[in-house]
Structures are given as C-alpha cells and as structure tokens.
C-alpha cells in the first residue's frame, strides 16, 4: 500500500520534473529549434586525481567544437556542464543532482570512479536522466544496470571479471606462477578479486598477494619479499604515480620476473618517467581499455589543440560524447525530434554505432562491448600486441 | 592571542537568551520545517540536506573545543564509526533505519568513553595528536579489514532514511530532509542546554580553570569524558544519517579532510558560540556548492580564508556580527 | 639475509622520517611550535631540486647544496617574519599551519601539476653490491649523509655556543632570555635548522622515490608519530623513533602486511601517549 502510495508521489514528482525540462527547453531560446543540447560532465577537477578531470574536459570541449563545427544535431548546438565530484561518491551524488536538477542536462557522462558510479546509480530514477559511466570497472555495475533494475544506467567501458576473463588467458600462457600486487582500494582490490578465480582457473599459481595504499614511497619491502618468494610474473594493479617508482626498486633490485599491468604503466606520465632509462620497463605487458596508439587521429588532434598528451580517461570522454551521446541524440531526432531524458535512453538501448575502440552496442544490462588492447613497452615505447573483442558475460 | 577569543560573550549571550534570540531561533525552526514546501528545486533541498548535516558536525566539534578546550582531530573516527555501524546493521543484518541511528550513536559514544582515559591524561596539544592518530586508525580500518567493511569497495545499498510517516511527506528526500533537520536542530538544543546556565558556567570553569572547579566539587574529569561521548555520539549519528543518506560508505568519507572542514566551520564562524558556527556553518556549505561551478582554486582558497580568519579575525564571524549589534544599539 | 635486507629498506624510510621528524621536534622542544606544514617544506624542496636539476640542467650536488641553503634560510626568515603566530597558542598554531600546509600544496598543484615526477640522477641508477644487497648508490649517499648530518648536529648542540643558547631556551625559556639569549636569534637558527634538513630530505630522498604535491602530507604524519614516540622535542629520541618506525613497516611489508604500513606508526603513537607519554626512549635529557 506504501508501495502504490510511494509510487503516486513519484509519479507527480516526475510529472512536475518533465513539466520543468520541458520549460527549461523552451523557455530561454525562444527559437526551440536552435536551443543547445545540454550534456553533464560528472568529473575529478580537483583532489588526487584532478589529471583525470583535466583530460576529460580538454577531450569533452574538443568533440563538442567538432560537432559543432559540423551544424550541431538536428541543428542545435551541443553544450557541456561541467560538475566537479572530486573523486568521492557522496560528492558525485550532488554533482549528478545539481547536473540534473539546475543545469538540466539531457545525459550526464560520468567520470567518479566506481564507488561514485554505484553512489549515483540509485538515485537516478529519481532524476530521471541517463548516466554513461565510462571508466568504472566495478562488476556490480553490470548486475544493477538495465535489466538488473536501474534503466538509467549505462556503461561504455568493460568491467574487472570482463577484462579479467581475457587477460588471465593471456598471462596463463605466459607464466605458472605469480605475485599479485595491488592498491587497496576499490581499483586493485577489485581486480585482484577478479583474477583470483580466473587465474586459478586456469592453473596459474597465486604465491602472494599483497595490497598497499596509494603512494607509497618504497616498494623495497615488498618487492624483497616477492623477490624471495620467485614466481614468473608478477601482476601489478597500480597507477602511473607509483608505477614509476615501483619500476625503479625492481630494476634496483634486479629483478627479472614478467610484470602485467592492469594500470596505466601505458600512459604518458609512465612512459616520460622511464625514458632516461628505458630497459628497465622492457616487455612489461598491460590490458587497457585504451592507449596511445589506438585512435592516432583523435591523439593528433588533442595535441594539436591542448599542446598536451592524450590519456585514457580523456579518450573514453571523447568517445562518449563524439561518438555515443551525439549517435542517441541523432537518433532521437530522426525518430520524433524530441531529445529529452527519456529519448536519450531509449535511443542509447537501440543504437550500434561503430567507434575506434570498437562498435559500441549496449546490451539488456545497458553494456557495452569495446575492445580490450594488450600492450607492451618496448624501447620506452607503448607497443599494441593485441586488439580482443570481448564477449557479454556468462552470470 | 587569548586561549579563549569568545568566552567572554557568553555569559551575555545567557543574559538575553529571552526575547530575541527565542524570535530568532523560532523564525529559524520555521524556515527550516518550510524549506522543502517552498524550495523549488531538489537541489537545493539537497544542499540543505547537507548543510544541516554539517550543522550537527560543526556544533559537536565546537562542544569540546569551544567549550572544554580540546580540539578533537578524531572527528572522522566517530563520524565513521557511526556510518559503518548504521550501514552494516542495516545491509547485513537488516535492521531498520530508526533503530540504527539509535546502535550508530552507542557506538560512537562507546568508542569515545574507551578512549578518553588515556587521552584525558595528556595534555591539550598531545590530544589533538592524539585523536588525530585515532581517525588514521579508524580510516585504515575502515579500508583494510574488508571482510566486514567491504575495504575501498564500499557499503553499498544502505536503507534511505525515510522512516514511517515521513514517507507520506512526498518524495523521499524530503523525508530524508527532516530526519536532518530534526537531528540538526536536536544537536543545537543540546548544544544550547549543555553551554548555557549551570552546565555552561561549570563548562567554563572546567576550561578557565581546572583546579578552582575541582575546588568547587567539581570532577572536571567527568565533564571531560561526557563532553566527548556527547560530541562523538552526535559526530556517529551524523555519519549514520550520511550512509543512509547517500545509500553508501567508503573508507576516503573518514579521511582528514573533514577534519580539516569542520576547522574553517568553526574558527571561522567562531569558536564556542551557536550562533557563530552556524554561521560558519551556512558560509561553508554555500560556498562548497559554489566551488563545484568554478573549481581548480577552491582548496587554495579554503587555506587562504582559514589563515586570514585565523591571523585577522582570530574570533571569527561571530564577533564581527556582535560587534555590529553593539553598533547599533541591540546589547544593553 | 632477508632480515637484513628488511632492516636496509626500512633504514632509508626511516632516514626521510627521520630528518622532518627530528626537525620538527627542534621546532617544538625550542620554539613551542607545532608546525603542521613540516612535510610541506621537504615537499617544497622536492620541486625546487626538480627544477634546478631536471629543468635547469645544474648538476646533481651543487643543486642539493643550493636547495638546502635556500630553504635554511627561508626558515630563519619564517622564524622573524612569523613571531607572532609563532607565539600564539597552540590551537592557532595548528590551524595556521595546518592552513599553510594545504595553501602550499594547492599552490604547487597550480603551478606543477598534480602528476607525479621523477628524479633520477646518476646516482640512483647505480647500483651496487654491498654484502650480498644489491643497493644503488643513491641510498649509500643518503645513508652517508644522515650519519654526518646528525653527528654535526649533535656535536653543534653540544658544544658550540649557539647550541647551547638553544638546549637553554628548550629547557627554560624565562631563565635562557633573563641571562641574555636573544629568543629572535635562537627561533630563526632554530627554523633555519629545521627547514635545512627538511630539504636535505627532499633531495637526496626524491630521486629514490617520486616527488607529487601531496608527498609532504603524509611525511608529516608520520614524523608526528616519530616525535611522540621520540618524547616531545627530543632530538636522539625522535631521530631512533623515525628509524625504528621505517624497520617497522618494512618489515610489515616484507611479512606480507603492507596494508597495515600506514596505520603502524598510529598505532605506535597512540601507544606510546598512552603508556609512554615521555616517549620511548625514557627520562633522557631533553636536546
């Protein structure tokens, strides 16, 4: 009974927000033909990971000048709102909110991590706007998306057990023993819960497993212990930031086991730090979702542009917007003219539209299937060994 | 610099506490019990949401260090004590949301009272180390032991905090407004009851002066060690409203960062006074919102403020606003 | 082996601990003062090095040299221009320097970015086999280093006449400035020191790991907790507390308890408050 009550009271909620986009679309430009389209940016601009924030704006306005460039979507200007989140999943719910509710955006893309993905996920029926997670790997996501419940999430981005099922074949063909070594935090944690299974699965031995906060200033301790214990490789899940000196104690050491990345040991930040000595990264191995080298027509223009390095995050917002978002808005328009919240959901269900990093086509858990890339460093350089298409999960 | 900058209004303050500052707080109670009626926008009935929630921080912040002199760096401790208390319960075992609020607050309080004797032993400056050491525990707990915390990836899925007949109210958040509203304007009478009249004057002399209080019969230990279960209690309940609030609970909600809030709530509202820190309070929250329009600068300015608050107004908003009533005439 | 091997990596953390530690209890035992933004010097240093070596192309030892002298003598002039929040209470000082600490790190965020960067210098590449250990000869150089450093500072303390000024005032302010110690002249060589080997820590320390804006935050922390444990403003017990602590948690790590690294020296802290409040190291005379 509280249920149907409940829902009433949703339902004119949703009635009074839909009455006030719709305003909001006509209100202002007079000319509703010419109003802009407005799309939200959920990102870090600030805290730790304020790079991310950077990449993501710098790659969001360029794709929105291109589109522009080019007349618009059905004649109307595509604009960014921009809402910092700094990285926490109490601040990426009011970000999403204040997108939502004063900017009145039509989509928002969310850049928050997965914990601020999964903080967000549940209020969006509420606001009734579609989010577009792009770099969060968190398998809970999968679950909860489309037909698991939430009809406004969305992801474009594969997640841990997804890269996880490639990858672990990969390394098992390469080594029979191996280190794990992980941040603790919902990025390596989750990992290492991905490849634990899969990697046993597959006759791969875990000898160690051992997880390390954020910024560690000595991987001695660590790697003298993983030194000991032997194994062929080693799986490393960290960012650039301690990759670099991770690289560098191991090199110290002289150790020589097979390193594989699920980082960004393929970025920029990575690469410039190890090129006063490039051989200490030799053949060291990563799946990522994206890297230099993939898309070189979107990397010359960015440089172009920003006269600054391309990254991944920056990349999958690019994509995002230039190719996913701009693809539903088009196909809104061709169907009834109206792009609204509930047009933009229902057009990112049906579109397939082909993308450098794979065609994008979101599946009943509104996922997405890019490409995975194995990449190695060879002469401090990223080289792309492999381009894997991924296949929707068996859960 | 005195120790103290605004004890001396206090005693003032009690004086008039009639007329009014009972208009005041009345007008106040009325905004506030209106505010989801006549605010458009969820938005900002979010962004209230938050600020109340800040309200019931800062205010048991200031209880210890305004009022007995001990700057608790342990805040997050509490705060995540009882948002982690009130998740778990919540998602594991499957404990209402009223009930949880009450295990949230014990918690707290019971985290408090098992630490305060050692940390009462030392000395003012050794106890701000002190606590600071014990909110780095309890976050690196809250991190590491993820078989019971889920570590970094989170409590997720906490019960939204619209008991019973607040669901009738309309939408959830509006229900989940008045559950802050309520705690927010239950910790500033708590606040008011515990600093004004017999209370205060003993809270006073325990900070003014140990030895003459204990002279007085006084046990300042005992005022001591109830102030900082009180503050905790609030801090737990806060942090249990936030779980449910935000449906989820990490490890990076406890850092220091709010630490480091609560201080510009609070010296620059100005330490020790209700009305000051919920101006400071109010000031805080708005420009936070404001920040996510024109970020990039807004951690530099925090610092920059707090320093200038700190060296240029070392009593904060607080006697900048008093100062401006004796100019025109309210204070006998 | 593995033992010692274990010790050897924990005596480099503990010899960065050790030197903002040791610092910062000078800072504390002369001046009174708690500054919250000690790591935030050794960071600042850090970026300086950064950019005469790396940017400037001066080579590694003079720019170690001119980042310390700079930095000394921006703490003689903190200590002058700072008297009076140098003398506030210490409630203030926290705030104020917990202030100082996040303006400083926005500002190199600013001006630097937040990407972490690296520095290695002939040194660090170098590595070397001493008794079975394969060690880069950046961490001889900063093992060698501290022992010089702290022995000059101790022998300094001990006996020549401007030390002695400043293990007066640390002992009893009131009766060192009655019998004519100038309080200025002893907060800005005490400063001074301070900010010195903050900056020896930054450069000879940052081209074994990587220096980003947030590396001074945690150092701070952790340098607390080495003054705590070293009981309050005691230079040796600070300086034992901090090597102590860098064998602790590379042995956690080496034992497979990495992800309790950080909490140990809390932990620690919190122990020694509780049991010890004298700090480890007992009734030893105080500088």
């Known amino acids: 009974m509280i249920r149907s009550r409940r829902g009433r009271r949703l339902a004119a909620a949703v009635a009074v927000v839909a009455a006030a986009s719709v305003l909001g679309a006509f209100g202002p430009a007079g000319a509703q033909d010419r109003s802009p389209i407005k799309v939200g940016i959920s990102t870090r601009l600030t805290g730790r990971a304020a790079l991310i924030g950077d990449g993501d704006r710098k790659s969001v306005l360029m794709a929105l000048e291109e589109i522009n460039a080019g007349g618009g979507i059905a004649g109307r200007p595509v604009e960014a709102v921009f809402a910092d989140n700094r990285g926490v999943p109490s601040e990426a719910v009011a970000a999403a909110r204040k997108l939502a509710e004063v900017d009145q955006v039509v989509a928002i ?103 390390f906060d954020r910024g560690l200033p000595d991987y001695r301790p660590l ?71 993939v898309d070189t027509f979107y990397e010359q223009r960015y440089r172009t542009r920003w006269t600054s390095e391309p990254i991944i995050h920056g990349a999958m917002a690019y994509y995002a917007v230039r190719h996913i978002l701009a693809a539903a808005f088009e196909d809104a328009a061709a169907r009834g003219g109206r792009i609204d919240r509930e047009t933009v959901r229902q057009s990112l269900g049906r579109i397939s539209v082909p993308t450098p990093i794979g065609t994008i086509r979101f599946d009943a858990h509104n996922q997405a299937y890019p490409n995975l890339y194995i990449v190695e460093i060879r002469g401090g350089r990223v080289v792309i060994l492999r381009s894997l298409r991924v296949s929707p999960p068996q859960r | 610099m005195t120790a103290r900058p605004v004890s001396a209004g206090r005693p003032d303050a009690a004086r008039r506490a009639g007329s009014p500052r009972a208009a005041v707080a009345a007008a106040l109670l009325a ?116 078989e019971l915390t889920g570590g970094p990836m989170c409590v997720t899925g906490v019960g939204y905090p619209a008991p019973g007949f607040l669901a009738r109210l309309g939408p959830p958040q509006v229900g989940a407004y008045y559950v802050a509203f309520a705690l927010a304007v239950a910790v500033a009478a708590l606040y008011a009851a515990l600093t004004t009249g017999r209370v205060g004057r003993v809270l006073a002399a325990v900070q003014g002066d140990e030895v003459l209080a204990s002279a007085f019969g006084v046990n300042p230990l ?108 309210q204070t006998p | 082996m593995f033992l010692v091997e274990q010790v050897v990596n924990g ?90 600490a996040v303006i400083l790190e926005s ?37 060698t280093a501290i022992a010089a450093t ?34 200025v002249r002893v907060g800005a060589l005490t400063f001074g020191i301070a900010f010195g080997l903050a900056a020896l820590a930054g450069t000879l320390l940052s081209p074994l790991y990587t220096i980003y804006p947030a590396m001074g935050a945690a150092v701070t922390f952790k340098a607390l907790a080495a003054v705590v444990m070293g ?18 948690e590379s042995l956690a790590g080496g034992f497979g308890l990495s992800v309790y690294q950080d909490s140990l020296a809390f932990l620690l802290m919190i122990g020694v408050l509780v049991l010890r409040p004298q700090g480890l190291f007992g009734a030893r005379v105080r500088l």
Request: aromatic share 8%.
């Open chain 1, 109 to 211: 893309v969310d850049s928050a991590g997965s914990s601020g993905t999964l903080a967000v996920m549940p209020i969006l029926p509420e606001l009734r706007v579609v989010n577009l997670a792009k770099t969060s790997t968190n398998p809970q996501i999968y679950a909860l998306s489309g037909v698991g419940g939430n009809p406004w999430s969305f992801r474009m981005n594969l997640d841990d057990e997804m890269i996880a099922d490639v990858y672990s074949a990969f390394i098992a063909q390469r080594v029979r023993t191996i280190s794990v070594l992980a941040y603790s935090d919902d990025f390596g944690r989750g990992a290492a819960a991905a490849y634990r299974p899969r990697l046993a699965a597959r006759g791969v031995r875990v000898v160690s497993e051992d997880f």
């Open chain 3, 11 to 100: 005596l480099t953390l503990g010899s960065l601990y050790g030197l903002v530690a040791v610092g910062l209890a000078l800072i504390l035992g002369v001046a009174r003062f708690v500054n919250l933004a000690h790591g935030q010097v050794m960071m600042l240093s850090a970026y300086l090095i950064l950019l005469l070596h790396r940017r400037q192309g001066l080579p590694y030892g003079p720019a170690v040299l001119l980042t310390v002298t700079v930095l000394t003598a921006a703490g003689a002039l903190t200590a002058v221009a700072g008297q009076r929040v140098i003398r506030s209470s210490w409630r203030t000082q926290l705030v104020v320097t917990l202030a100082v």
């Open chain 3, 107 to 143: 500002l190199v965020i600013l001006g630097m970015g937040a990407v972490p960067q690296v520095l290695p210098t002939a040194y660090s590449r170098r590595v070397v086999r001493v008794a079975g250990l394969a060690l880069s000869v950046q961490r001889l150089l900063v093992f």
């Open chain 1, 223 to 293: 790697l003298s212990r993983v030194k000991r214990l032997n194994p062929q490789g080693i799986l490393l899940v960290v960012t650039a930031g301690d990759a670099m000196v991770f690289v560098r104690q191991f090199a110290e050491l002289g150790m020589t086991q097979k390193v594989f990345s699920r980082g960004d040991i393929a970025s920029p930040e990575f690469v410039a730090s190890i090129q006063d000595a490039p051989q200490i990264a030799e053949g060291w191995m990563e799946a990522t979702l994206w890297a230099q080298g």
């Open chain 3, 231 to 248: 009981g309050f403003g005691q230079v040796t017990g600070t300086l034992g507390a901090a090597l102590l602590l860098g064998v602790a």
């Open chain 2, 222 to 329: 005992r005022y001591k060690v109830v102030g900082f279960a009180v503050s905790a209690a609030v801090a737990a309940a806060a942090g249990a409203f936030y779980a449910h609030y935000t449906t989820v609970i990490c490890p990076d909600d406890l850092s220091p960062l709010l630490t480091l809030n609560l201080l510009v709530m609070v010296f620059v509202g100005g330490l020790g006074s209700l009305r000051g820190v919920l101006v400071g309070t109010a000031l805080f929250t708005t420009l936070t919102e404001a920040a996510r329009f024109a970020e990039a600068v807004s951690q530099l300015v925090y610092g920059l403020v707090l320093l200038a608050v700190v060296l240029f107004a070392p009593d904060g908003l607080e006697a900048i606003l008093r100062r401006w009533a004796r100019g025109r005439g």
């Open chain 3, 150 to 183: 702290f022995a000059a500072l101790q022998a300094f303390l001990t006996y020549s006449r401007s030390g002695k000024a400043m293990r007066a005032v640390a002992q009893n302010r009131d009766l060192a400035m009655a019998l004519g110690v100038d309080p």
């Open chain 2, 31 to 146: 905004a506030g019990l209106l505010a989801p009626v006549v605010l458009g926008t969820p938005y900002l009935r979010h962004i209230l949401t938050i600020g109340m929630l800040n309200a019931a921080l800062a205010l048991s912040f200031d209880l210890l260090a305004g009022h007995l002199g001990y700057v608790s760096l342990a805040h997050p401790a509490f705060f995540g004590v009882g948002a982690y208390t009130a998740a778990l319960l919540n998602t594991r075992w499957g404990l209402p949301v009223g009930p949880t609020f009450l295990a949230a607050l014990g918690g707290g309080a019971l985290l408090a009272l098992a630490t305060s004797a050692p940390f009462f032993r030392l000395s003012e400056l050794s106890f701000a180390i002190g606590t600071l050491g014990l909110s780095l525990v309890v976050q690196a707990v809250a991190n590491n032991w993820v």
